[in-house]
């Protein structure tokens, strides 16, 4: 039988046995006081056991000993039916605190379901099982339909879709192919695919998530740290209290039963335990960071959780947050030939260089290139392009690049990269070419200022007329252009230096140069941290996906756990000072401490398992 | 130093606070943080008394919560 199990068998004779103690009058009533006694061993036996150990430990004012005193002090003043209930209501409470931990506990690891159980390697031309962590570097496995991608890598062979849900909460398939890097932690969902490991399991992306889940709640929030301040002092406040009002009233006044009084000193042990507080709020942080995590927001600490919900002021980079951070084809315009035929000269031209421009004009493209078409290329370095293709002498490139040969065209005031194109000597048109704004950008920052950021600062490297079209499509309020990475974090120094009382500063990168104000800021954001080393470890929050849209959910996730602990704060507190307080008067009794005890704890319990929501 | 531990029928949250506390008082410990939800100890130590002193924190874990079994991870 489990423990649980036991437990509940206890609680249910136990119970009866009290009923029937109650209800029937036995002709002896020695057989009444029988059933008394045996219920209180079944139900508080293994309590008063761990309480003498611990006073044997010297740990006193334990929950244990302060229930055994309580009971035999009831049952030392014939409140026998007041005994049993106070041991079987506690260990009610009890049961139902294990159960919600144990819920909780194992809510966090079915998400974290992400763990590779094995991986298939292929050694001497064989196919071997073995566990992940015994791969080594350069290995190649194999990864069937259905599986978990056990390591990070690189397919070498096969194409197909990634479940990547697990990861990143995006619920779209993700189609992946022959020099794509996969990442550890996903599914693969159709074909068969050979990976060359590129990180050993220990360094792979599914332990790093894991390593940070699991240490999350290793860094406190204030309020958390708080309530075991509180229970440290509670307890021997209301014990110190319990032993005076027994006393002091029979010494002041001679005609009181010393009874009545020590009634009243036990409902004061009965609700001294600050279980229910103390297993609340670490209980409603852990669960929103494990509600966050399923969003694809890896939160790594409590304190983290907390401090996003003050925060007041995001300080966001530019480039891969707001904007997608590649390149693309805005407009073409093109002089006495056809578009296409303009698209189509310059990406011949620009074939064999990986600038992210003509990568972004090749993009455009899209079809494919007869190299034999292509004669001589002459890469102009700050300028642009000369080549021959289709047997026409073609220059593609800047303002200057068209004026250092002569050739005359309209100087364009567009924001963006501009790039002119000349056929054999004469000006044929212009590319517009731009970072792409996100399509979700302006839903998103929207929202913050909904939610209640009073300022959205946008730090960028960019020339200042792009970053101001940026700014002013997104409804930015701040923009500071033109920026050296050190400067960034230069700014970001003194945007913290300004910021208001206890209200937080946050700062969103993609982990790409921008770690140390990663690390500067008071919630540090990584956006796609998903693979980046630097913004995973430099960073608080890391947002799987690069949608920064989930900047407010992670706020809103924030929010709603701490309005959570803070309720079960002032109603756990509150609740049992008026038990307290109506007890000292003899208004309520042991009866309604009991159910207060028990019923908070269930409640708070309650209340804070709806963070994980 | 940095040493985890697995802390195995960690049951009572008050006593998670209270490990805390004790341990932290320790001259050896630099930092220590006891989970109750995740049931895990991180220590921070300095690094010449590791033996003894991770004696000590064993001894008081059990002294608080004897049911608790402690794993080294």
């Known amino acids: ?613 | 130093m940095k040493v985890k531990y697995i802390l195995e029928d960690l049951d009572c949250a008050n006593c998670a606070a209270k490990m805390e506390n004790e341990i932290s008082k320790l001259e050896e410990v630099s930092s220590v943080s006891v989970s109750f939800m995740n049931a895990r100890m991180t220590l921070e130590l300095l690094e010449e008394c590791a033996e003894e002193t991770l004696n000590k924190i064993e001894k008081i874990v059990k002294k608080i919560e004897p049911d608790v079994k402690l794993k080294k991870i």
Not at chain 1, 49 to 63: P, V
Not at chain 1, 87 to 110: C, D, P
Not at chain 1, 129 to 138: F, G, H, R, W, Y
């Open chain 1, 1 to 613: 039988m489990s423990k649980t199990k036991k437990e509940i068998l206890k609680i249910i004779i136990s119970f009866v046995m009290l009923i029937l103690a109650i209800i029937i009058k036995f002709p002896n009533e020695y057989i009444n006081l029988a059933l008394y006694i045996l219920s209180y061993i079944i139900i508080g036996k293994n309590v008063v056991i761990k309480a003498i150990k611990n006073i044997l430990n010297k740990q006193w004012l334990d929950e244990n000993f302060l229930m055994t005193i309580a009971t035999i002090g009831a049952i030392a003043i014939r409140e026998y039916p007041e005994a049993v209930a106070v041991m079987i209501f506690y260990q009610i409470g009890e049961l139902f605190q294990n159960y919600a931990v144990k819920k909780s506990r194992n809510s966090i690891q079915s998400l974290m379901n992400i763990r590779p159980d094995y991986a298939n390697v292929i050694r001497n031309e064989k196919v071997e099982k073995i566990d992940p962590s015994e791969v080594k570097l350069d290995e190649i496995i194999e990864i069937k339909a259905g599986e978990k991608v056990a390591l990070d890598g690189i397919i070498i062979d096969g194409n197909s879709t990634l479940d990547t849900s697990s990861l990143t909460g995006e619920s779209i398939p993700k189609r992946v192919q022959i020099g794509d890097e996969i990442l550890s932690g996903c599914v693969n969902i159709t074909g068969l695919l050979k990976v060359r490991v590129t990180k050993v399991y220990e360094e792979s992306t599914v332990s790093k998530i894991l390593d940070l889940i699991e240490n999350a709640t290793s860094k406190k929030a204030k309020s958390e740290n708080f309530i075991t301040r509180f229970a440290r002092y509670y307890t021997p406040i209301v014990v110190l209290l319990a032993i005076l009002l027994a006393v002091i009233p029979t010494i002041i006044y001679k005609d009181t039963s010393f009874s009545i009084w020590l009634e009243r000193a036990l409902t004061f042990l009965v609700i001294s335990c600050p279980c229910a507080l103390v297993i609340s709020v670490p209980l409603s942080f852990f669960g929103g960071i494990g509600g966050a995590a399923k969003q694809g927001i890896l939160v790594k600490g409590s304190n983290y959780l907390e401090d996003i919900s003050k925060v007041n002021t995001i300080v966001v980079d530019k480039t891969g947050t707001l904007t997608k951070g590649t390149f693309k084809v805005q407009k073409i315009y093109a002089k006495d030939i056809s578009k296409e035929e303009l698209l189509k000269l310059t990406a011949y031209c620009e074939y064999n260089s990986n600038h992210p421009i003509a990568i972004s004009l090749k993009n455009e493209y899209k079809e494919k290139v007869d190299v034999s078409k292509i004669e001589q290329v002459e890469e102009l370095t700050g300028l642009g392009i000369k080549a021959k293709v289709f047997g026409k002498q073609i220059l593609v490139g800047n303002a200057t690049l068209m004026r250092e040969n002569n050739i005359s065209f309209d100087e364009i005031q567009e924001i963006g990269t501009i790039i002119y194109v000349a056929i054999e000597g004469e000006y044929s048109g212009y590319i517009v070419i731009s970072d792409e704004i996100k399509e979700e950008a302006k839903q998103a920052i929207d929202t913050m200022k909904k939610i209640g950021i009073d300022k959205i600062i946008m730090l960028t490297g960019d020339k200042n007329e792009i970053a101001q079209a940026v700014a002013k499509k997104l409804g930015i309020d701040e923009v500071y252009s033109e920026l050296l990475p050190t400067d960034k974090y230069q700014r970001l120094e003194d945007i913290m230096k300004n910021k208001l009382g206890n209200k937080k500063v946050a700062f969103v990168g993609d982990g790409i140069n921008d770690a140390p104000s990663l690390a500067r800021s008071d919630v540090g954001i990584a956006m796609g941290g998903i693979g980046s080393d630097a913004a995973i470890e430099s960073s608080d929050i890391v947002i799987m996906t690069d949608d920064i849209s989930k900047i407010s959910n992670a706020i809103n996730i924030s929010k709603k756990t701490i309005k959570i602990v803070k309720q079960n704060i002032i109603f756990a507190i509150g609740i049992k000072i008026l038990v307290l307080v109506l007890g000292a008067i003899g208004i309520s009794n042991i009866w309604e401490a009991v159910f207060a005890d028990v019923g908070v704890s269930v409640i708070a319990i309650l209340n804070a398992m709806r963070a994980m929501r």
